[in-house]
């Protein structure tokens, strides 16, 4: 009988519901070097939960801001927006919030790859974005 409660408590299966959120971002250039510096604007939350891919990648965060969205941020708590903080009722007011995170373009290998964006609300979609090749002067890279 014991094994048979072992056994049980084994197969339990725990189901948790996570909320995902649509993130619109955008990059300020397409293509760049190792060690450049690329700017994303769009759908954040604070700089502490947020993370960037490239190429596989994790990259680290060098500069976050939040321009104007304090007004965005009230109305959002005096509307009750939803867990995306999606409301209509503040369409107009957070017009103005732009919300930009900065980081460096990782040693990775060159060619097509994507920039994701994660934090609390989710995932955003891949955006294409090339690594360039570092000129290292040698005629066998061309």
């Not at 891919?53 to 009230?74: I, L």
């Not at 290998?109 to 040698?138: E, H």
């Amino acid at each position: 009988m014991l094994i048979l409660l072992f056994t049980a408590c084994i197969n339990s299966v725990i189901t948790v519901d996570y909320k995902t959120c649509p993130m619109a971002i955008e990059l300020d250039i397409t293509e760049a070097l190792p060690g450049e510096v690329v700017t994303i604007t769009g759908d954040m939350s604070e700089d502490f939960d947020t993370s960037i891919r490239v190429g596989g990648a994790n990259v680290a965060v060098v500069d976050f801001t939040r321009d104007e969205c304090a007004d965005c941020d009230s109305c959002r708590i005096f509307a009750d927006c939803n867990e995306c903080e999606a409301c209509a009722d503040c369409t107009a007011t957070c017009a103005s919030c732009v919300q930009t995170v900065t980081f460096i373009v990782p040693d990775v290998d060159a060619g097509q790859t994507a920039v994701v964006l994660a934090n609390r609300y989710g995932t955003s979609d891949s955006v294409p974005f090339t690594v360039l090749a570092v000129d290292t002067g040698d005629d066998t890279n061309r």
